[in-house]
């Protein structure tokens, strides 16, 4: 019976990190355009590609809280297996709190087939995980970039034309521009 019971939820562990590497190949995917987007500086395709990672956060959302409904679930059951030594107290896990892969592992028995499985699963998942954040972190640097380089000409257009105005919302008025050797570099 206990075999039976952890078999479905090894099976449903199994889906759901199969799930999760493959929303997360998506976002590796989406993170990769987003940089093609900012070095072209196509904004649209970039909301674009921002309102698909949008769509995606709540799915994440789900998988990762099954995720770790069912590590936790596992490491109950492992946790209840009787121990090898007779003379010992049967260990039961009564909390509730979330378990994480490493707590399961500890206990896991080493001869199980499907733990190498989940095993490899989980490191693949960690080293996207890891390759999507650096992604992110060189977007976020593509952004900054950005807004420093509009910030830098704001200013240099200020400095060149500090007298131009608006008359009205269509008509533009500036003075002439400064010769070369009058500007400030």
């Given at each position: ?29 989406l ?20 309102e ?83 992604k ?13 380089s ?36």
């Amino acid at each position: 019976m206990h075999e039976v019971k952890a078999s479905a939820h090894i099976a449903s562990l199994l889906q759901t990190l199969h799930d999760l590497l493959a929303v997360h190949d998506v976002l590796l995917d989406l993170a990769e355009r987003k940089r093609q987007a900012l070095m072209q500086q196509t904004i649209d395709t970039l909301k674009k590609i921002v309102e698909e990672e949008m769509a995606i956060l709540p799915l994440i959302r789900r998988l990762e809280a099954e995720r770790m409904q069912q590590v936790s679930s596992l490491y109950a059951l492992y946790s209840r297996r009787p121990e090898k030594h007779v003379d010992e107290p049967e260990k039961i896990e009564t909390s509730f709190e979330a378990k994480t892969f490493s707590e399961l592992l500890a206990i896991w028995p080493k001869e199980d087939a499907s733990r190498s499985k989940i095993e490899a699963l989980a490191q693949d998942l960690a080293s996207k995980m890891v390759t999507l954040r650096w992604k992110n972190e060189m977007n976020q640097a593509l952004i900054e970039f950005s807004l420093q380089s509009i910030d830098h000409y704001v200013k240099l257009f200020a400095e060149l034309y500090p007298d131009a105005t608006y008359l009205s919302d269509t008509t533009f008025k500036s003075p002439t521009p400064p010769t070369f050797f009058e500007r400030k570099l």
